[in-house]
């Protein structure tokens, strides 16, 4: 069974400040997502990751993926105000047929001004 | 714009009567996904198609079931609905040509059972 580890699951921080949002899998996978969601809103695609040592920045964003350590990092430079948002981690289980997606419970991130 | 609309959009529904989500996409996509959103669960997959009449289930499918009839239109049935159904259901679709494609998804159905 494909495992989805995010943390932190909740993170307040204050504009301008760094930090980097972690997902773990447990199992291996042809590529991991990452999606936003605003609060009473659908998902957002944000970045896919296909291949180990894949890197993607859009703004002051940035994710990373190391599929040895079936690690991916979402790294938030400079943060303002309207990146607050839940974060998803997702990844698809190679098991064949249409494949699902396996999410992370997510990571609900304040910045305050 | 993802192109998929979900209806209806909120309902409130009793405990033990059907109840039907629609997904409607408009470009001809062959994967379609059903999901549901709970809080501290993240988002579980419950079933899914790879065409007309081709469907599986997901992680959590028990009290759902499924039809696909059009390629347009995915149909989420709960045929007895429990307050433990009570949550935000997700369409999504795949558009690409591999299912393991980027997943775009629709605005929620918020279901309420009582």
């Known amino acids: 069974e494909l495992k989805v580890e995010q943390n932190p699951l909740f993170l307040s921080m204050q504009e301008g400040k760094n930090y980097t949002i972690y997902c773990n899998y447990s199992?291996?996978?042809?590529?991991l997502y990452w999606y936003r969601q605003d609060p009473g809103k659908s998902l957002e695609s944000l970045f896919v990751?296909?291949?180990?040592?894949a890197v993607k920045q859009e703004g002051r964003l940035m994710a990373s993926l190391d599929t040895k350590a079936r690690l991916s990092t979402l790294h938030i430079t400079a943060a303002v105000h309207d990146l607050s948002a839940t974060y998803f981690c997702?990844?698809?289980?190679?098991?064949?047929?249409?494949?699902?997606?396996?999410f992370g419970k997510g990571t609900h991130l304040i910045i305050q001004p | 714009d993802a192109g998929i609309t979900q209806s209806p959009r909120h309902k409130v529904t009793e405990t033990g009567t059907p109840v039907t989500l629609r997904c409607h996409q408009t470009?001809?996509?062959?994967?379609m996904y059903w999901y549901r959103q709970d809080p501290g669960h993240g988002l579980r997959l419950i079933h899914y198609?790879?065409?007309?009449?081709?469907?599986d289930k997901g992680e959590v499918s028990d009290g759902y079931s499924v039809s696909r009839s059009k390629t347009e239109d995915f149909l989420l049935t709960l045929e007895s609905a429990t307050s433990s159904q009570t949550s935000v259901y997700f369409c999504?679709?795949?558009?690409?040509?591999?299912?393991?494609?980027?997943?775009?998804f629709g605005p929620g159905t918020r279901l309420t059972v009582l």
């Open positions: 999504a679709i795949s558009k690409g040509l591999e299912s393991t494609d980027t997943q775009y």
């Open positions: 199992t291996t996978s042809d590529r």
């Open positions: 990751l296909l291949s180990n040592g």
């Open positions: 997702a990844v698809v289980y190679s098991g064949g047929g249409a494949d699902g997606l396996t």
């Open positions: 470009e001809n996509h062959r994967y």
């Open positions: 198609s790879y065409g007309v009449k081709d469907t």
